[in-house]
């Protein structure tokens, strides 16, 4: 029996079909590949959330502070001396130092603990906010993908250094703009994580994933007088 090879027009068919389906397919396993890493996240930040939300009826309904002078030896290795951060003072309930990472981050501190996320600075700040004392804990905004492990309006507005808010330099203007850290963050500051977007631990303990333009026009709207309402302020309605 005679045997019959493919013709080179066959054969040039056949590669022509498997490229049009990779060109199809690549882009579509890429994008649940990161659909799996911002699951990860926001899973890293439920039980973070979760942490703080025990921290919070084991201390009077008082938010934990996003940093705390103290003496006593921090669980894992403290990036300043004599300081805690909220890693370090909710560590007591998450137990597990990976939670504090972000698949999509980059770790912000050399001892590398201390992960990819950020406390809002007025919800937390110096602990001595409560929550009976907080209008809206549903929309306001207490952990979330960050350069640094607090931020501020101000650096969601216009970032200094470390201190930026991922995907933040879409939006950043010739008025008010910012610096970053060249090379490490740059990525991050200029794309954001999950899809243009980041992951958001609110006050009552719920994560959501947001498109970064929402926090930063949050952050923009937030005045220095306090005089707009926003998801920054504890007390804002």
């Known amino acids: 029996m005679k045997r019959r090879g493919f013709t080179l027009m066959e054969l040039l068919v056949t590669v022509a079909i498997i490229s049009l389906l990779a060109a199809i397919l690549f882009p579509v396993f890429a994008r649940a590949r990161e659909n ?10 439920k039980q973070i959330g979760l942490g703080i939300m025990m921290y919070v009826q084991d201390y009077d309904e008082t938010y934990p502070p996003y940093r705390e002078a103290t003496s006593q030896t921090p669980p894992f290795p403290a990036y300043q001396s004599g300081n805690w951060e909220w890693q370090h003072i909710i560590y007591s309930y998450t137990k597990n130092t990976q939670l504090y990472h972000c698949p999509d981050g980059n770790s912000t501190y050399p001892a590398g603990d201390y992960g990819s996320y950020g406390a809002n600075y007025y919800a937390l700040h110096n602990g001595a906010v ?4 907080v209008t809206s804990p549903s929309t306001l905004y207490v952990i979330m ?7 501020d309006p101000s650096y969601a507005k216009a970032p200094s250094g470390a201190f930026y808010l991922p995907g933040g330099g879409l939006f950043i203007t010739p008025d008010q703009s910012g610096s970053v850290a060249a090379g490490f963050y740059q990525s991050d500051y200029a794309n954001g994580r999950h899809f243009d977007g980041i992951n958001v631990v609110f006050g ?30 504890p007390a804002s309605p």
């Open 36 to 45: 799996a890493r911002r699951a990860s996240c926001m899973s890293n930040l």
């Open 130 to 133: 409560k929550m009976a004392a």
């Open 145 to 151: 993908d960050s350069g640094r492990t607090y931020i």
């Open 204 to 233: 009552d303990g719920h994560v959501k994933w947001l498109h970064s333009q929402t926090v930063w026009m949050e952050a923009k709207n937030y005045s220095s007088s306090h005089s707009t309402a926003s998801a920054w302020d």
